[in-house]
């Protein structure tokens, strides 16, 4: 019987972005669920979400959950990436099923400069690999500003579509905060 | 009255699809474009007396086929179900585009038959009318019972020609009485109303003034306040007045006081009738209102022009803010416990105005290989939508972050 990986994001961008990129690794006897769909970022931390959930994990029975949240701060400023993981604590006590937070440093964006070949060539700029993602401050708000002048201007509904070409490989080797996602995801999986 | 259940065939989107309604508010949700406005169209233009008997507009003349069960209390109570199957079909004969029509009626009361169902061929004729005998004399008192089951439609766009509201009208009254005006009859229900009834005010006004037996006796001045005491004394439009100033921001209407009359050619006229809205304490005429406050005053109108029978809302919260909305929903269940109103919608606030026992209230659209269909929900989803409505609160919660539609 598969097993049902069920996700919840600030909003559809993020997690079809992250279902696409766990996809490449993680695709037989699993299928992907999405358990709140419309929802935004700040409606994350309200009490009738939680409630949501917990319906909605009796209706789809998740075998894990993946959240997914953006830190709106770079890996210095703990105090917004420890509200985030004290938020996801907190929901945890409340859920009965096994989950794993992926804590995106600012925003999901992040994660395409850690492989923005694909970027580049899709909207024919030369962005500078090799960076630490997690320093990375406003990355939405770059990539915006280097594709001003282009014809081809970076949208954020275009990342689902830009995460199913990236390699998720080199997202692990390049990314710090990805690659312990990525392990505690598979640790899960393994133990159901 | 109302309607219980619908079979469409062959209408836009809608190949076969059965819908069934309960008494009182009805919602139909689901996404664009699956069929919602066609079901409403649809019902509009066949479910009703003339709808069978009389001739359809030239561009309703196709072929239809359909069935429907209306419900109604005859006056012992029982629950009278009538079932209209109906079938028009184009022939041609010697040339000519004729029609045929093959009509079944079946009843029943406190579900059980009253009798099988009883047929009736009516054959082509030039008139399409339906030619008086035995077997047509029968099918119409059979039948009679639906003349009236009133339908009113309040669709996306208020008719571009609101005769009345937008433009003034003139009177001319000869002097035995006789009334004329170039107003059109008005696409507003209720405007026909507060037309006829105006006119009878009038005259009874002018019939018991004893200073004035005859009409040459009044001057300019008095017909012109009889002309606006008689309006402000109708009751259909001290009726309206309450609803309007409850539900939208027109808090009064009149008629507008710079009426002109003069007498030419042994005839009395009366120009520039008109009616004025009062919004926000400044009387303006129908076209300085904005559209949302046009669209409320329409669906209100048609809404309490229905006595017996169904009133079809295209969306209602269209060009409305949410705290009207939630108003004009309110004045919706309040008139549905005196009718059968079916509303299509994609409002959450709409949605909420449901309680957990009402959820057989709802239809759902969708579209399907076999076209548009329609379903209540299932008892899973009633447990769902009242787990939403007790622990997160409203039902509309479960319609937008889960996927009601999608089940």
């Known amino acids: ?192 | 009255m109302f309607l219980k259940s619908i079979v469409v065939n062959n209408f836009r989107s809608i190949q076969n699809a059965r819908a069934d309604f309960d008494s009182g508010l009805n919602i139909i949700i689901g996404k664009n474009g699956v069929g919602k406005s066609n079901l409403l169209t649809y019902i509009f233009q066949n479910v009703s007396y003339h709808a069978i008997v009389s001739r359809p507009p030239r561009q309703r003349a196709n072929n239809v086929e359909f069935e429907y069960s209306v419900c109604f209390n005859d006056t012992d109570e029982n629950l009278n179900e009538l079932t209209i199957y109906f079938k028009r079909e184009k022939v041609v004969t010697n040339n000519e585009l004729e029609y045929t029509r093959h009509i079944k009626l079946s009843k029943s009361v406190n579900d059980t038959a009253l009798y099988g169902d009883k047929n009736f061929e009516i054959p082509a004729t030039t008139e399409f009318s339906l030619s008086y005998n035995e077997s047509t004399a029968e099918f119409l008192t059979e039948f009679d019972v639906l003349r009236k089951f009133q339908t009113q439609y309040v669709s996306f766009e208020i008719p571009q020609d609101p005769g009345w509201l937008a433009k003034s009208v003139k009177y001319e009254i000869d002097t035995e009485y006789n009334l004329e005006s170039d107003m059109l009859i008005p696409h507003f229900a209720i405007l026909l109303d507060l037309y006829l009834t105006l006119e009878t005010n009038f005259f009874s006004r002018i019939a018991k003034n004893e200073a004035a037996s005859k009409i040459e006796d009044l001057d300019a001045e008095q017909i012109k306040i009889f002309f606006l005491h008689s309006f402000d004394s109708l009751k259909v439009k001290n009726d309206l007045e309450n609803v309007l100033s409850k539900y939208s921001p027109i808090s009064d209407i009149r008629l507008n006081p710079n009426i002109n009359t003069y007498y030419a050619e042994n005839k009395i006229l009366v120009e520039n009738l008109i009616i004025e809205f009062r919004v926000n304490n400044a009387w303006i005429p129908w076209g300085h209102l904005s559209d949302g406050t046009k669209r409320l005053f329409y669906l209100i109108t048609q809404c309490l022009s229905v006595t017996d029978g169904m009133l079809l809302i295209e969306e209602p919260e269209l060009g409305i803010h949410p705290h009207q909305l939630y108003s004009l929903m309110q004045f919706i269940r309040d008139q549905a416990n005196y009718k059968q109103i079916i509303v299509s919608t994609h409002s959450p606030i709409v949605l909420d105005i449901l309680s957990p026992d009402e959820l057989h209230r709802i239809n759902i659209a969708k579209l399907t290989p076999k076209g548009t269909q329609f379903h209540k929900l299932s008892d899973a989803q009633i447990e769902t939508a009242q787990k939403y409505m007790e622990l997160v609160g409203d039902l509309s919660h479960y319609w937008l972050h889960s996927d009601l539609e999608d089940e």
């Not at chain 1, 598969?2 to 490449?24: A, C, F, H, Q, W």
């Not at chain 1, 009738?48 to 959950?65: G, M, S, V």
């Not at chain 1, 992926?102 to 925003?107: A, M, T, V």
């Not at chain 1, 030369?126 to 320093?135: A, L, Y």
Request: net charge positive.
């Open chain 1, 1 to 192: 019987m598969n097993k049902v990986i069920g996700l919840v994001g600030e909003n559809p961008n993020d997690t079809l972005s992250i279902r696409y990129l766990l996809e490449k690794k993680i695709a037989t006897k699993v299928s992907y669920e999405l358990l709140i769909k419309n929802i935004r970022g700040h409606q994350l931390d309200h009490n009738r979400t939680k409630e949501t959930l917990k319906i909605e994990c009796e209706r789809k029975k998740p075998d894990i959950i993946i959240f997914i949240r953006d830190a709106d701060g770079i890996c210095t400023q703990k105090d917004k990436i420890e509200d985030c993981k004290q938020w996801h604590k907190e929901l945890s006590k409340q859920l009965n099923v096994p989950n794993v937070l992926l804590l995106n440093i600012y925003e999901l964006e992040a994660l395409i400069f850690a492989d923005i070949d694909v970027f580049n060539r899709i909207y024919k700029t030369s962005i500078k690999g090799n960076r630490d993602v997690t320093f990375i401050e406003e990355p939405k708000e770059e990539l915006i500003r280097q594709t001003r002048k282009l014809p081809k201007k970076y949208c954020e509904s275009d990342c689902p579509e830009l995460f199913k070409q990236m390699n998720i490989d080199k997202i692990i080797s390049n990314c710090s905060y990805f690659k312990h996602f990525y392990q505690n995801v598979e640790k899960l999986l393994s133990a159901q």
